[in-house]
Every structure is written in C-alpha cells, then in structure tokens.
C-alpha cells in the first residue's frame, strides 16, 4: 500500500535561516508524483512544489526546492530564507501513476511549522 | 482566476441530523475531489470526479455519505445522518485535464462540528 511518512509534528526555525521538512514515501510503482502543500490557520491548502518520479533534477520554487532522494524514497522540502508568513503546516503528498491526471493524493500526518522572530 | 468556492465555511449540526456542503470548482477544471480531513490529520480522499461522473468513491461510507455533481460543474456532498466521528473539515479541491503537474487546487473548507 502506498504512504507517506512524515516524522517531525513540529519544527522551529530562526526567521531568515534554511529549515527541512522531512518527507519518505514507500510505493511499488515506478511512475509517482510528489507534492508538498502548506496549510496555514485558515484552512486552505496551498500547492507549493511537485516532483516527479522521472524528473532528473530536484524541483524548485522560489525559495522551495525539493530534496528528491529516489533511492531512499525521500522527498524532503526545503525551504531557504524563512519568513514569518511560512508558519503554517505542512503537508507532504504523493499521487501514483504519473499520467493518470486525476488520481487522489496520499498525505503524510503533517509537519507544524514556526518560525521565530 | 477565481479560487475553488466552498460553502457553509462552518457548520454545527447535532447528531442525527443531515447536512449538506457545496463546492464550485475552478472553471474550465474537470475533475473535483472531496476530501475529508480529521484533526491531526492529512486529507483523505471520500470521492472524485471527472465531468459528472465519480470515478472513485471507494473510501466514500455509503450509507450514510452521498454526492452529486450535476453538468460536470459544482458539487454537493451530504451526510444523511450524522455521527459525532463525522467531525472534520471537508475539503474540495479542482485539477484541470493534462496539466503537466497535475496539481489540484484545494478550496478553504468547511469545518463541520457534530454535537
């Protein structure tokens, strides 16, 4: 069965420094998607990065890139110059079948954020 | 472009009693997805669909839980009654066909609290 693993509840993080979100999948399939969403108080989840299981470079986003380890099954986030507005939580995700374009997402537990003036 | 629209945002309901929570997806967007997510908790998905028809209800509690998704556009989803576990936020979220990253654009919530 497919999952995703997240073992850090929370994290704390000095505004301005690099933090990493840790993310390990486990799925028998060669063909994935990876994603990370953010989920601040008001509830709504916000795509932030995709990776996939084919892509030969890690992904990045502005001040996201992620971490793509395939042999290990890891796909961390990292996020680099942190702000105060990153405080939220975080959630890790893969989708299996690469092509199948309207397959559901698998979440992780999440991973709470904080980031310390 | 305008976000994925749910409605009520909050919602109270005693036991037993139904409710029901509805979804406008992004236009132009296909697919829509229901997700329900427990305190704690990552989303699960309950039910998607492409155009009007669901695809995948296989984690949907049919007996109680149904939906619908008339002219492939908005959506509802009900519970017919309600039981204190259904507590939760219902998420609805929207993907266009063939995007290259097939990311889903999620809309806020409703928060559902069963007393």
């Known amino acids: 069965a497919q999952k995703i693993t997240q073992t850090q509840p929370g994290m704390f993080v000095q505004e301005k420094e690099a933090v990493t979100l840790d993310c390990t999948y486990d799925t028998s399939d060669q063909s994935y998607g990876l994603f990370w969403y953010k989920q601040p108080s008001s509830g709504e989840m916000i795509f932030l990065i995709y990776q996939g299981s084919y892509d030969e470079q890690n992904a990045t986003e502005g001040r996201y890139s992620l971490n793509f380890q395939k042999a290990r099954k890891s796909a961390n986030l990292v996020i680099s110059a942190s702000q105060l507005g990153d405080s939220a939580m975080y959630f890790c995700?893969?989708?299996?079948?690469?092509?199948?374009?309207?397959?559901?997402?698998?979440f992780g537990q999440g991973t709470e954020l904080s980031v310390k003036p | 472009e305008a976000g994925v629209v749910q409605s009520p945002r909050y919602k109270i309901i005693e036991k037993k009693q139904p409710v029901a929570f509805w979804c406008n997806p992004i236009s132009g967007h296909n697919t829509l997805y229901w997700y329900r997510q427990n305190l704690g908790q990552g989303p699960e998905l309950l039910i998607r669909?492409?155009?009007?028809?669901?695809?995948?209800d296989s984690q949907l509690p049919k007996d109680r839980f149904s939906a619908e998704r008339l002219k492939g556009v908005d959506s509802t989803l009900k519970i017919q009654p309600a039981e204190l576990g259904d507590s939760a936020v219902y998420l609805c979220a929207s993907s266009r066909d063939r995007s290259r990253d097939n990311e889903q654009f999620f809309g806020p919530g409703t928060r559902l609290t069963v007393l």
């Open positions: 995700a893969m989708r299996e079948a690469l092509y199948n374009q309207g397959g559901k997402l698998i």
């Open positions: 669909y492409e155009n009007e028809e669901a695809v995948d």
